[in-house]
């Protein structure tokens, strides 16, 4: 792992995080809201909801989406699709389920660029499985990140398979590298997954 990757730029981090966010809202803002419309629609229960993830340092923090499964439905496992509307699914493939994360990253609980949180459980058990799992926390989580623009469609059982290039990203950090993940997620978003 590259030791110099936590120090190096992270104050240049934390500024291009927050541009980012700041640039974003004129596009940002009014898909969160027709998100929280469409959510609205689609279900009869609050639209925005948290739910813990393990961030920086293993410390536990709240994340937020718009919610696009009703709570009643009790699915405790993301891999479960089968109960999730057409609105729902849109939401989803579209991201703008994401975009109260732009909120986490103000916050600075994330970044735009890193590896995605997970929910505590799912850690301990990749724990269990790779104790390598844990370098992931060395950096803060982010939006986006190099897993996710290799392995769009994967699933929570997939997260040690998306190890490695969480583990590449942080050993070979480079803002080259960064701007071709924004690449990556812009084409995934328009392209709704489909690559």
Same mark, same amino acid.
């Given at each position: ?14 500024? $291009? ?8 809202? %004129? ?10 419309? /469409? ?11 948290? #739910?813990?993830?393990?961030?920086? !340092?293993?410390?536990?923090? /709240? ?31 579209? !991201? ?18 890193? %590896?995605? %949180? ?5 850690? #301990? ?5 790779? %104790?390598?799992?844990? +370098? ?14 290799? +392995?769009?469609?994967?699933?929570? @059982?997939?997260?040690? !398979? @998306? /190890? ?6 942080? !050993? ?12 990556k997620t812009i084409k995934i978003? /328009?392209? $709704?997954?489909?690559?």
């Open positions: 792992m590259n030791d110099s990757f936590i120090n190096k730029n992270f104050c240049f981090r934390r500024i $291009f995080d927050l541009f980012f966010v700041l640039i974003s809202l %004129p596009i940002s803002f009014p898909l969160f809201l027709i998100g929280c419309l /469409l959510a609205i629609f689609n279900l009869n229960e609050p639209v925005i909801y948290s #739910q813990p993830r393990v961030g920086l !340092k293993g410390e536990l923090f /709240l994340i937020y989406k718009i919610r696009t499964i009703s709570n009643k439905s009790k699915i405790k496992s993301a891999d479960s699709n089968n109960q999730t509307s057409f609105l729902g699914n849109f939401l989803r493939l579209s !991201k703008i389920d994401e975009l109260p994360q732009l909120f986490n990253v103000l916050r600075g609980d994330m970044s735009i660029i890193g %590896p995605r %949180p997970e929910q505590p459980h799912y850690v #301990q058990e990749f724990l269990k499985e790779n %104790p390598s799992f844990t +370098l992931r926390h060395d950096i803060k989580p982010g939006i986006t990140g190099w897993a996710q623009v290799n +392995l769009p469609k994967a699933k929570p @059982k997939d997260n040690l !398979k @998306k /190890l490695k290039f969480d583990l590449y990203y942080i !050993k070979e950090y480079s803002w080259k590298l960064d701007f071709l993940i924004l690449i978003v /328009l392209t $709704f997954n489909s690559n």
